[in-house]
């Protein structure tokens, strides 16, 4: 069992940055694959960003690359998205979600364990 509790949501300008944060409890984040998502009002939860730190692979939506990053620090048993150069269609409310599977996902589908969401809102 893992639970998972997501922070540093807020308002921003574009071409600002954001870093959330998801601290984990249960299981080293190794032992997981780590996913970012976002929903907008309206719209279909999507993915953003995954990473297996067991596996060495990441993977990032094509509208993310480049501009968001997804870290870990293991000392905290915490994951991070960093998110440079926010444009207003990135306002939305992140979530971040683990998996068991070994299984670099962008499928919601493939996570058991989601937060509670951070709300991120980009200004123009």
């Known amino acids: 069992q893992v639970q998972l509790v997501e922070s540093g949501g807020g308002l921003v300008q574009a071409g600002g940055s954001l870093r959330l944060s998801c601290a984990t409890s249960g299981r080293t984040v190794s032992d997981y694959v780590m996913g970012w998502f976002r929903q907008a009002p309206g719209r279909e939860r999507e993915f953003v960003a995954a990473?297996?730190?067991?596996?060495?692979?990441?993977r990032y939506a094509d509208s993310v690359k480049g501009r968001f990053t997804i870290s870990r620090d293991s000392t905290k048993n915490t994951v991070y998205l960093q998110m440079n150069t926010l444009k207003p269609e990135d306002t939305a409310v992140y979530y971040c979600a683990a998996s068991t599977g070994t299984v670099v996902t962008g499928s919601p589908s493939g996570y058991g364990y989601w937060g509670q969401g951070t709300q991120v809102t980009v200004s123009s």
């Open positions: 990473k297996s730190w067991s596996l060495y692979i990441s």
